[in-house]
């Protein structure tokens, strides 16, 4: 018996890990590691330094995946990289500067002109905090039984497995809990109560780890990541025949989560949650011999052994063990020669993610044959529990393992594993084909491996079915950015257009950096929590708060009758601070409950009661209902439309849906409010990128992001308690309460001539605004602006509708309508090129505007620099000789398709409200020649603050290091603009610009007399002067929809992006292969920040069209409310090489020191990873006989992507006809 000990270092949530189990644990955080003050540890310094933080609130995380793996590997290997993310999200940077800096650990070769790697400090072992030695005497002493009592929940950590027997004994319904990765999200989120919990994690047995004759046998405590350490080992010693369950296994740890969740996560909890989508039951159920025993306090013999057949799950997560018992340890079997084991699972996203269908497979042949002699067919994700395929294995049995047995097979399945249409988890099709996918992967795996091993005697599989078999290399291969340099004979202290690190990027590497609720709490404070509706659309009828009030530290539940004044807010007065007689959408704020801790108001809200009375809810954007809807309308028309229909050679209609994005920050809204003792005077600490908004007290609360959680809610309590109250959000109820990107259906009828050329379009645009307008018409205003994307169509009509439905109101998100304007755009270019049989780059390009064109908007474009940014995206993109390969591979693989797109992309900078385009500063000069800078921007991850501190920098001539900057504020900087709509480097940039001028006039004569002074000389002979140190600045801007004239935008910002990516037709899942980008930022202040922003726009676009999908009933009750069921990108899903390039030589007439807007235009070109996507399906579809364009909703989900690639195997598993049944979910 060998016992595994652990004193080595493991990453683990710090949400999920009950404080209880850390005894005689050493904990490590990022701020114990290294500091600003003392010294970074390099694990802090390298992401810093190579601009891998914006925001910064993943950073900590990031540093501490790194450290862990540092100090386990100090010589680790770029895949050790890899593999260390895999449970770390970053929406910011696009993952691409955090694996540069970090690939310094590994060595390898580097590029990067963005920062000096010579620079950084070398990592040195022995510097590494020690493992305390006290813990250390400790773990060789006799353990004692550990008892915490918390006010409602009891923990029990006994030693031995005879005290865990007498405790179940004590305490039968007590919960057994390892990893607490299941338990915990139970409590934490689904309101599960468990007043006694029993840890088991000390006991020795059940961490053991047993080599007996027939297998392995793991302790049901060993975490995943012990039972992978064990399993590899022994994999790479065992004959492969011996090992085939165990590298089944570890194929699927390999996918199982992050490494986070499986240090701490145990076989045996994995297998008791019985969840119908864990990945490990369906391996060791197909492996038909895994025994289970179980030790009970109840039952005379003590000991039992079961084992995981068929009976063994008994219901929704509900298995024949009894409560009273408890898993000792699992038997991982070896396989016999002639026996084959296959594990496959098919998720929304590769990485830590959990399964949309999973399997094991097993079969046994009769020796020396290909008769089937036992085979077992397990899945998950097609049942409430995970099943065998008893049928289909009956009567494959004794069959010999040929074409015939693989037809038969998938008929029988598509029998045996047929979902009803309204399954719950949706996706009915896309289920059932992957049952038949997957054995088609298993067929083949067995034929190749059957025909190696009889000599040949068995035919193989067919060439170019075989790369369905190669799960391919995910790894990151390269990346690089090619940058401006500045002119040359700029001074070296002139920082604009230098790769200055931000500003807070130290801060944030050693988790110093303060967010709104790292602020410490004050004395009497209160926390907050909403109340709100669990229905889309009804009648309050009562809402009863006195339960709540016995919930300990209860004070008091606010709603609709204390607001002081108008309940009544929103942009266009159609919103409520509360709801007071009716709700209109399920997250509707109705009531909160404040309490003197976050868990007591949290328990207290939960049992508040609200009574309702219902009434019919609309959610989705369907057209028949908008004359009921209020909705509003706007057209852009320019030419004749009907007349360029007329001269078009060919006309093509069709419909493109675009689902909505959720914003995901990583930092939920959160709302402090401090009484400041007279006057009724309040100090707001507010997660907000619209300051001015917490100037206005009447506009109480906007449930939108860009406007500001809470405020009003934390004003009411205030008023009601005059204590400090806070306020931030859970995940999922910032996903459930705040609005996000607008789902988008887009009709088109397009004119073109054979050559391509667009004549005449006619498009309607509809979104779905949710519950309120809010910046809805906006959002639609923008989408209309941008239908043309960059392409010049003479004869237009459109129609844009905003819809009013009984969702969360909708709002502002990166892009503000654009990219779904320009997605609809490329939906008909990329069919009118297929419908002409041309190529569609070439169809593309010749629809380019020129230099001096007028948009559909009447608006010249000028300094026309988009087709410069697509011929060097062609050219350094080896666009045409890459084609030609993909065409060549496309010809050879029949399951793997590879596709190829390049986008252009024109994005209109300004606010389109014109008096929204203007900002201020705030600059001061202190008599030691330091400068103090105040702007109205804020600073939310994308570089404001450093590009500021550049620009003043240069305005003032004086060096950054002089320059401090002032978190912005209303009382220094007040009505300031949103932070928003890409301008914020430019109106807030000018404003600095223009005060700094204001100062150097203002010292000009001091300077005439003293021109040999230094900066401090000037100043400290200017201190008897009055200097005056604000300005603000305002273009000169306006656009009238009716008569389509005027100009909406200020300039343009281009890019041009191309992508190649492969798919696997059979699961849907696609591999991003390599993305290009050329993009014109003017002059730019700050290429690193610059293609941060560029990188991290592209990535949130790759999530938008790919993978973020927003589902909810058709009750209007949202389903992904939090990161197991909304997946935005990770690490893994990035580029394998990714190019990106910023134009030279393009300076802007119309922006500071001839920089361009760079936050949100690069977002669009990641639709060349969508239109790829739809190429690779093309060339699927063709081998099936189908080329005509075909429709592909976005986001392009491996479901999307399977249910288009037609074949044999979906034709198995048709839809049901709509009408037919209530499906789980629906489209919005
Ligand atoms: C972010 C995240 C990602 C995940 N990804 C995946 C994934 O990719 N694939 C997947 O399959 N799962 C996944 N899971 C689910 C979960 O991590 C696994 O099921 C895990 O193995 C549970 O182990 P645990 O030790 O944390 O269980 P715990 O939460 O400690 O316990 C789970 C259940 O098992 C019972 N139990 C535990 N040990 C015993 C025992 N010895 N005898 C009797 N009952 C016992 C407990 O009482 C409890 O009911 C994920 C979870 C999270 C939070
Ligand atoms: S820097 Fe990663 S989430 Fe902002």
């Known amino acids: 018996m060998t016992l595994i000990y652990y004193f080595s270092h493991h990453t683990a949530n710090a949400c999920l890990f009950p404080v209880c189990a850390l005894h005689h644990v050493a904990v490590t955080t990022v701020e114990g590691i290294g500091n600003t003050k003392s010294r970074l540890h390099p694990a802090q310094e390298r992401i810093a330094k190579s601009h891998g933080s914006q925001c910064g609130f993943c950073t900590p995380g990031i540093v501490m995946s790194m450290y862990t793996l540092l100090r386990n590997k100090p010589e680790p290997k770029m895949e050790d990289i890899e593999d260390a993310f895999q449970g770390n999200l970053c929406r910011c940077t696009g993952y691409r500067p955090i694996l540069e800096g970090y690939r310094t650990f590994a060595k390898a070769m580097m590029s990067s002109s963005l920062f000096n790697s010579s620079e950084f400090q070398p990592l040195d072992p022995t510097q590494e905090p020690i493992f305390p030695p006290e813990l250390m005497t400790q773990s060789n002493k006799q353990q004692k039984q550990l008892c915490f009592r918390g006010e409602r929940v009891m923990w029990i950590q006994p030693t031995t497995l005879k005290e865990l027997v007498a405790l179940k004994s004590q305490y039968p319904n007590a919960k057994l809990v390892v990893g607490n990765t299941e338990v915990g999200i139970e409590m934490r989120l689904k309101n599960m109560l468990y007043p006694v919990i029993i840890a088991p994690a000390w006991i020795s047995e059940m961490n053991a780890v047993q080599h007996t004759e027939t297998g392995i046998t793991f302790g049901a405590a060993c975490t995943l990541s012990s039972v992978e350490e064990v399993l590899r080992k022994v994999v790479a010693e065992l004959p492969p025949y011996k090992a085939e369950v165990f590298q089944a296994v570890l194929e699927q740890l390999r996918w199982f989560a992050g490494p986070q969740i499986r240090n701490v996560a145990a076989l045996g909890g994995n297998i008791m949650t019985a969840s119908p989508i864990s990945d490990l039951n369906p391996v060791l159920m197909a492996s038909g011999i895994i025994h289970l025993p179980l030790i009970s306090p109840c039952s005379t013999e003590g000991k039992r052994t079961i084992t995981m057949d068929e009976k063994f799950f008994t219901g929704y997560r509900k298995t024949i063990v009894k409560p009273e018992e408890i898993l000792l340890s699992v038997e991982i079997p070896y396989s016999k020669k002639g026996e084959y084991f296959s594990a496959f699972k098919q998720a929304s996203r590769r990485e830590d993610d959990i399964a949309i269908v999973t399997c094991g497979m097993r079969v046994l042949f009769q020796d020396g044959t290909n008769r089937v002699e036992e085979i077992k067919l397990s899945y998950g994700g097609m049942a409430p529990t995970t099943v065998l395929a008893l049928k289909t294995c009956k009567e494959l049995t004794g069959r010999d393992w040929n074409e015939k047995l693989l037809q038969d097979a998938c008929r029988l399945l598509a029998g045996e594993m047929d979902l009803s249409p309204s399954a719950p988890g949706g996706m009915v099709d896309f289920r059932r084909t992957l049952t038949l996918s997957f054995f088609f992967k298993f067929y083949l795996t067995v034929l190749q491996k059957l025909s190696k091993n009889h000599n040949g005697t068995v035919s193989a599989a067919r060439e170019d079915e075989l790369s369905s078999l190669e799960d391919g290399e995910w790894r990151i291969s390269w990346s690089c950015v090619l940058l401006q340099e500045v002119p040359r004979g700029q001074a070296v202290e002139d920082m604009v257009g230098r790769p200055l690190m931000h500003v807070s990027a130290a801060k944030q590497a050693c988790g110093e950096a303060v967010y709104c609720d790292d602020i410490p709490h004050y004395e009497n404070e209160l926390y907050l929590t909403l109340v709100t509706s669990t229905k889309a659309h009804a009648k309050i009828l009562s809402v009863d708060a006195s339960e709540a009030q016995s919930v300990p530290g209860f004070v008091c539940f606010v709603s609709a009758k204390d607001v002081p004044g108008s309940n009544i807010t929103g942009i266009a007065n159609d919103e409520t601070v509360f709801a007071e007689d009716v709700v209109t959408c399920v997250g509707h704020i109705i009531g909160a409950v404040l309490a003197d801790t976050q868990e007591h108001s949290r328990r207290a809200a939960k049992v508040v009661k609200i009574k309702y009375e219902e009434l019919k809810p609309i959610v989705t954007i369907q057209v028949r209902w908008l004359r009921s809807a209020s909705a509003s309308i706007k057209r852009i028309n320019k030419g004749d439309v009907k007349k360029g229909f007329e001269e078009s050679d060919h006309i093509l209609e069709g419909e493109m849906y675009l689902g909505g994005q959720e914003h995901f920050y990583l930092e939920t809204h959160c709302t402090l409010a401090v009484p400041k003792g007279e006057d009724g005077e309040m100090e707001l600490f507010v997660s907000t990128q619209n300051l001015m908004k917490t100037q206005v007290l009447r506009v109480l609360l906007c449930r939108n992001c860009i406007v500001h959680f809470g405020l009003c809610l934390i004003n009411v309590s205030f008023n009601r308690t005059g204590r400090p109250v806070r306020c931030m959000l859970d995940r999922d109820e910032d996903m459930l309460i705040s609005g996000g990107r607008h789902p988008f259906l887009g009709r088109y009828k397009v004119g073109f ?148 797109c390049i986008i252009p992309t024109k994005f209109g900078i300004s606010f389109t409200v014109p008096f929204l385009n203007q900002a201020g500063a705030l600059v001061h000069v202190y008599t030691d020649g330091s400068v103090l800078l105040t702007h109205g921007g804020t600073e939310m991850g994308q570089g404001l603050h450093t590009k500021m501190i550049q620009v003043a920098s240069r305005s003032l001539g004086i060096p950054t290091s002089n320059i401090y900057i002032s978190e912005t504020s209303t ?85 041009v992006a191309c992508s190649e990516v492969e798919i696997d037709c059979l699961t849907g899942d696609h591999k991003n292969i390599r993305t290009d980008i050329v993009m014109d930022v003017g002059t730019s202040l700050n290429p690193a920040i610059d293609i941060g922003q560029i990188e991290g726009a592209f990535v949130q676009g790759l999530g938008l069209f790919t993978m973020e999908e927003l589902r909810y009933s058709p009750e209007g009750n949202l389903y992904t409310r939090g990161p197991g069921m909304y997946k935005i990108p990770a690490f893994g899903d990035i580029p394998t090489e990714f190019y990106v390039s910023l134009l030279r030589d393009c300076p802007n007439s119309k922006a500071v020191y001839s920089s361009k807007a760079v936050g949100e235009p690069p977002l669009f070109l990641s639709a060349s990873v969508f239109y790829a996507i739809k190429d690779a399906i093309y060339s699927a579809r063709k081998d099936s006989g189908l080329t005509e364009p075909f429709r592909l909703d976005s986001p392009a989900t491996p479901e999307r992507i399977r249910n288009a690639c037609v074949d044999i195997f979906t034709k198995m598993c048709p839809s049901a006809e709509p009408g037919t049944f209530k499906p789980w979910s629906v489209r919005v």
């Open 753 to 900: 001539m054979k050559n391509g050329k667009v004549k005449s379009l006619e498009v309607s645009y509809y979104g779905n605004g949710g519950n309120s307008v809010d910046l809805s018409y906006g959002v639609m205003d923008r989408a209309l602006l941008h239908l043309d994307n960059s392409y010049n169509i003479p004869n237009v009509s459109s129609v844009g509708i905003v819809c009013k439905t009984n969702l969360p109101s909708n709002t502002a998100f990166r892009g503000f309508g654009g990219p779904q304007g320009m997605m609809i755009a490329e939906c008909w270019m990329s069919d009118l090129a297929r419908k002409c049989g041309l190529p569609p780059e070439e169809v593309r390009k010749l629809n380019l505007y020129h230099e001096g064109d007028l948009t559909h908007f009447n608006q010249k474009l000028e300094g026309f620099t988009l087709r410069r940014c697509w011929d060097e995206c062609l050219s350094s993109s080896s666009y045409h000789a890459r084609k030609k390969l993909i065409e060549e591979f496309n010809k050879q693989n029949r399951w793997k398709k590879r596709g190829m």
């Open 971 to 1055: 009382n220094t900087v007040p009505n300031t603009s949103p932070t928003a709509a890409s301008v914020s480097a430019d109106i807030n940039g000018m404003a600095i610009h223009n005060a700094c001028q204001t100062i150097l006039k203002r010292l000009e004569p001091i300077k005439q007399s003293n021109p040999k002074g230094s900066w401090e000389d000037w100043i400290k002979a200017a201190y008897e002067n009055c200097v005056s140190l604000s300005a603000t600045g305002i273009p000169d801007l306006g656009y009238d929809f009716e008569k389509n004239e005027g100009k909406p935008f200020c300039y343009f910002s281009y890019g």
